[in-house]
């Protein structure tokens, strides 16, 4: 059964394993930003493309509920309802996890900051890069696989 994580965003984070176990190799950092010619809603088709090519059996994901700028908002609802829609057609899952409850899940602290991220996922996971979504979807993975009675029930 694949499990995917993904830190919804422009640049998003994706981690995946097939197993039930974390590898820390298993992570990318999708760009869905729009190509100079291409309209905007091509990130949201890129996405599905991405979705589609992974082919999950459950979600789970990082739950915004604040954003700094409009921008960010906006896009993270646009991908949050893609996701959506493509999960309920394709019947996947899908689960939102706290911003707060994946930091101090991470580093003890839900106010760490993206280096603090980074660092817990370095040393804790064996992740080897120094992207932030990519440990954010590795953090969000951990606690997907590795704390199943969290997911109780969850098929």
Known sequence: MRIVALDLGTNCG?????????????????????????????????????????????????LVRRHEGTQA??????????????????????????????KKFATGKGNANKAMMIEAARSNLGYRGWDDNEADALWILAMAVNYSPLFAGVK
């Open 14 to 62: 994706v981690a995946w394993s097939d197993d039930g176990l974390l590898h820390a190799d298993l992570c990318d950092c999708w760009n869905l930003s729009p190509g100079r010619t291409e309209k905007p809603g091509s990130r949201y088709l890129k996405f599905v493309d991405y979705l589609n090519d992974l082919n999950p059996q459950k979600i789970f994901f990082e």
């Open 73 to 102: 908002a906006h896009v993270f609802g646009g991908l949050l309802a893609t996701m959506q829609a493509w999960g309920d057609l394709n019947g996947v899952y899908y689960h939102g996890l706290e911003v707060g409850t994946i």
